[in-house]
């Protein structure tokens, strides 16, 4: 079976957690869980006719206290970036971390959820906010945790990528 390292990147309390859960065990909580350091899970999933083991590293939110440690990244096949559209901030905050990401990891396959997706109603992005993603050809998924909105599909998009390379 393959083995490939994916990274749950992201601000504090955009959902890095959330989506994880949702994924490997098809559950949501309402009560925020700090992550501390790292926490790794896994899931086994089938991609074409290959079977490929995931092992998800996520890594705490980074805030202006906590910085992302780079040796998280080492050895990663590709990441999430996360940003919670009802914070334009953490946007920015996923534009930084993907750059920083690159540089350590060079040019893995990753992919930019906009999670929170069933809160749409009170997302605080502008129309535009997301063309610059996109026009770098960038592949953008609104998510929920909360309904499994285009989780399982983001999961699998990148794991369908890493085995590209």
Known sequence: ??????????????GKTSLVQRFVSSIFDER?????GVKIDRKDVRVGDRDVSLMLWDIHGEDEFQKLRLSYLR???GYLVVADGTRRTTLDRAYALQGVAERTVGK?????????ADLKGDWNLEPGDLDEARSRGWKVLETSAKTGDHV????LHLAS???EG
């Not at 925020?32 to 501390?36: G, K, P, Q, R, S």
């Open 108 to 116: 893995a396959p990753f992919v930019l959820l906009v999670n929170k």
């Open 152 to 155: 399982e599909e983001a999961f």
């Open 32 to 36: 925020y869980h700090t992550t501390v």
């Open 75 to 77: 050895g990663s096949s």
């Open 1 to 14: 079976m393959i083995q490939k390292k994916i990274c749950m990147l992201g601000a504090f309390a955009v």
């Open 161 to 163: 990528r890493m085995l």
